[in-house]
């Protein structure tokens, strides 16, 4: 058994994409998820890796594309304004089949905005992190363990399904401290990568690893095929966790830091009689709906919390589809809810207001 | 003597307009790949611009990069596989406007690979809008009256601006448009794969080429004010050459 060890989530999101294999990890400073560049500017060298500070998260981005095209796996990490920049990237990894690890540690926006938890990226990640139509597959841990397990799997699963993989956490994972075990036999090891360009060997026809479709009819037949693959993955990447969930009349739905705020929200309200659970979204795309679709016929409502003005509430309310009540509890800017403030809202549901 | 196509250029033809220099460019890296023996493990990365489709036309491993972006996309391929020859191919709006901040940072850091850089003082794809490398008083799409350089600043002379930092090993200067320049360009083209087989570092060959469809003019009028007008801005020849300073001085890096 694997020694437990106390570490910070980021440096634990570092250690476990070492873990899985990545020996080349590009990056630039920004607060609050710096802990993953020094970590790995201090590992690479020690295991025959690669640490490289970019000029900016559009050069480190952009690295991160030319080693996943060399058949590599490797990763990138930055926090929402960093995000931001790599936006183009992530469309033209997405539009060339390309696989990829990207940690963003959210803080407050939008600009500059703060330097606090928040989880204000939510539609950036699981909408429209750049342009043209694609998807991520987007993994929002709620603990610095989870957050080594899922960071794990996002190489295995972006790598199986060719696509970029985003780790949605934040400033309040990304600092705090947790005992975690890596445990190497949950690795699965990379695919063969035949597509990979790094050099034929005169041994077969050259490699190409191009966006670009000129001719619209072959650009539709790609998007739609790529599309196809989407829902493969809606119906079989689905992660979540339910916490009493069984009897209850009150959901909330919640991800990431803001999930351990409502576990405590539900305990107090199960004290108090009043029978609250919660679905805890662990991948953000594909969104968990099964479990929602599952409950809507036995609950009075659902109340989703985020540290945000309320935008994960959209999936929730297109998975409820105006069948029950889906209300939202918020605080922005990087104020973190309290478990209090949760409560309150669960008992206004309960009152019927 | 038979006439052949290198066998580092695949069967596709060119799509390029009559007269463009992106052909005779396309073949001498072709041939200095055939003459190195390096096809099976070189890869090339392609801009956006007239060139994006250079990945249907050389025969080694190609990728295709965001505007602007080549050199960090070929840093990710070389850091990947230091073993393989990774070049990439650059417009003047990709590599010096766009990219600035990439070309700057990869030559900075001594990247071992090499830059195939083309001056035509214009934006090609898109139809003849200033670049930065446009002259002043040039007439482009975008500087319709001129370049003036109170509004739109001066031209940029990108290899003696990289020739400043220490982690670049050669910079130098060709242009296509004599038989005897073809030479030389092939020549600094082979100088650069060279150097990044002994792992010298950053090495860039800016060629001086002709847009005949964006500039408006003929095929003989285009080699005119190349000659005429874009090569005295930008004087051919080695900028900065460390392997022919101090020979015996650099290290060769497995």
């Known amino acids: 058994m694997p020694e437990k060890v106390l570490m910070k989530g980021n440096e634990a999101a570092a250690e476990a994409a070492i873990l899985a294999g990545c020996r080349h990890f590009f990056g630039y400073p920004i607060t609050p998820q710096t802990e993953i ?20 998260e559009i050069g480190a981005i952009n690295m991160v594309l030319g080693a996943s095209a060399a058949g590599v796996r490797t990763m990138t990490s930055s926090s929402s304004p960093g995000i931001s920049l790599k936006a183009e990237s992530l469309s033209y990894l997405a539009g060339s089949d390309l ?26 990640a699981t909408r429209s992190s750049g342009h043209g139509d694609y998807k991520m597959l987007v993994f929002a841990p709620s603990t610095v ?30 600092q705090m401290m947790e005992p975690v075990v890596f445990d190497e036999s949950k690795v699965k090891k990379a695919p063969e990568k035949p597509w990979a360009t790094c050099g034929h060997g005169d041994k077969r026809e ?46 909330v739905v919640s991800y990431g830091a803001s999930a351990r705020i409502v576990r405590s929200a539900v305990d107090a309200a199960r004290k108090e009689g009043i029978k609250a659970g919660m679905i805890r979204p662990i991948s953000v795309w594909p969104f968990p709906d099964k479990p929602i679709l599952s409950k809507i016929n036995d609950v009075k409502a659902f109340l989703c919390v985020e540290m945000s003005m309320g935008q994960m509430v959209d999936d929730v309310r297109l998975a409820v589809n105006g069948k029950k009540d889906v ?12 478990p209090s403030e949760v409560l309150e809202e669960i008992k206004k549901i309960n009152r019927g207001a | 003597m038979k006439f052949e196509k290198p066998k580092a250029l695949t069967d596709m033809p060119f799509h390029y307009c009559p007269g463009c220099s992106h052909g005779i460019v396309h073949r001498l890296i072709a041939e200095v790949i055939d003459e190195l023996g390096i096809e099976g493990r070189t ?36 850091r990947a596989n230091p073993e393989n020859m990774v070049f990439t191919y650059q417009g003047d709006g990709d590599l010096a406007a766009i990219g600035t901040a990439e070309t700057i ?3 900075a850091r001594g990247e071992n690979m090499t830059v195939i850089f083309i001056n035509n003082a214009i934006y090609g794809m898109t139809g003849g809008q200033m670049a930065p490398t446009t002259l002043i008083g040039q007439v482009t799409q975008t500087s319709p009256y001129g370049r003036d350089p109170k509004t739109a600043g001066y031209p940029m002379k990108v290899c003696e601006l990289l020739s400043t930092l220490d982690g670049v090993a050669l910079a130098q200067r060709v242009s296509v448009d004599t038989v005897k320049n073809v030479k030389e360009a092939k020549k600094a083209i082979k100088k650069a794969f060279e150097y990044q087989m002994e792992g010298k570092g950053y090495t860039i060959v800016e060629i001086l080429c002709v847009c005949p469809t964006n500039w408006g ?38």
């Open chain 1, 327 to 338: 209300k939202f509890f918020g605080h922005t800017g990087g104020v973190v809810p309290t």
């Open chain 2, 217 to 254: 003019l003929s095929m003989k009028d285009s080699l005119k004010w190349l000659r005429g007008t874009l090569m005295p801005n930008y004087p051919v020849g080695v900028v900065k050459d460390t392997g022919a300073k101090c020979k015996s001085k650099v290290k060769e890096v497995k």
């Open chain 2, 105 to 107: 940072h990869a030559a």
């Open chain 2, 43 to 78: 890869v090339g990365v392609a801009p956006v611009g007239c060139a994006v489709f250079a990945y249907n036309y050389f025969s080694c491993d190609m990728v295709q990069s965001p505007h602007g972006r080549a050199q960090a996309v070929a840093t990710g391929i070389k």
């Open chain 1, 206 to 251: 050259h490699n190409i690893i191009t966006s670009l479709f000129i001719d619209p009819y072959d650009l539709d037949a790609v998007v739609k095929a790529r599309y196809e693959r989407y829902e493969h993955i809606k119906e079989n990447e689905q992660r979540y966790e339910e916490y009493c969930t069984k009897d209850a009349d009150i959901i």
């Open chain 1, 145 to 174: 363990q989870e957050m080594v397990d899922l960071v794990v799997d996002a190489f295995y699963l972006s790598d199986k399904y060719r696509m970029p993989a985003m780790i949605l956490s934040d400033g309040l994972l990304g």
């Open chain 1, 99 to 124: 696989p990829a690890v990207l940690v963003n540690i959210q803080r407050a926006g939008p600009g500059l905005g703060g330097i606090q938890p928040s989880q204000a990226d939510y539609w950036q």
């Open chain 1, 37 to 56: 560049a020094a970590h790995m500017s201090n590992r690479m060298p020690k295991i025959g890796g690669i640490y490289l500070q970019a000029e900016s």
